[in-house]
């Protein structure tokens, strides 16, 4: 593969290639981590009996990136199964941000302004908390 910022790397179209392999790859990793905090999980979790009459929501502590960076410190199974979460959320979205670089060295001015809209508009859903 020919360097990333190079003219022949954008001419060839080995960017839809890049492209592909980063949603691989982070559909993996994400997997992986899932797997990872799932097995801890049950090996700490596993053996209780469920009480299905009474609803358990996740803990405060896994709904916030710092919450679920300081459980994934202390290999906490369900702060390390919201990691693999969020890395899954951020695949694509590091796609667009992508996108929007492989635009713009195109020259490519329409596309770069719609890419940028459509990462606005998922990043302002995101961190704006108007969703609930």
Do not use: C
């Not at 700490?44 to 009480?51: D, F, L, R, S, V």
């Not at 959320?89 to 020259?107: D, G, H, N, Q, Y």
């Not at 459509?118 to 908390?129: A, N, W």
Request: net charge neutral; aromatic share 12%.
């Amino acid at each position: 593969m020919k360097q990333l910022f190079s003219k022949e790397f954008w001419q060839e179209r080995d960017v839809e290639m890049f492209i592909g392999q980063q949603l691989r790859w982070g559909v993996i990793t994400a997997s992986v981590i899932a797997f990872v905090g799932g097995i801890i999980y049950l090996a700490n979790y596993g053996g209780g009996t469920p009480e299905y009459h009474v609803f358990n929501g996740a803990p405060e502590y896994v709904r916030h990136l710092p919450g679920i960076f300081h459980g994934v410190a202390q290999l906490d199974g369900r702060a390390i199964i919201q990691l693999g979460v969020v890395v899954l959320l951020a695949t694509p979205i590091t796609r667009i941000a992508f996108s929007v670089v492989a635009f713009a060295m195109e020259k490519d001015k329409l596309y770069v302004v719609i890419t940028l809209l459509v990462l606005s508009i998922i990043i302002f859903s995101i961190f704006s908390g108007l969703g609930g």
